[in-house]
């Protein structure tokens, strides 16, 4: 059985996205996800971590979940060829965590 190559990748949701951001990762997200080499591709906005830094203003995680979202698309980053999501909107994520 040949292995599957698949990529798991995300960001927290502290702000816009700047320079660095490009030139550290997402520049790269991009050239992966159009080399077709990954038979999966997830990039996730780690939402509910970044509420540990923000647990007394939870609506701008809100608002920086948006702005990184959008961010991502305006840098390349394809919904046909990778998968976008939210930590928060998958509950299995958070109830592995409670798994002992």
């Given amino acids: 059985m040949a292995s599957e190559k698949i990529i798991l990748t995300g960001d927290r949701p502290t702000g816009c996205l ?15 996800q159009n080399e077709g080499d990954y038979k999966k591709m997830f990039v996730f906005i780690a939402d509910a971590q970044a509420l540990t830094d923000n647990v007394d ?26 998968t976008l999501f ?5 509950p299995e994520l958070c109830e592995l965590a409670f798994i002992s």
């Fill in 86 to 90: 939210i930590q928060s909107q998958i």
């Fill in 57 to 82: 203003n939870p609506e701008k995680v809100r608002q920086n979940v948006i702005e990184v979202a959008l961010d991502y698309l305006s840098c390349g980053l394809d919904p046909e060829k990778v």
């Fill in 18 to 32: 700047h320079i660095g951001h490009y030139v550290g990762s997402l520049r790269r997200r991009v050239e992966l």
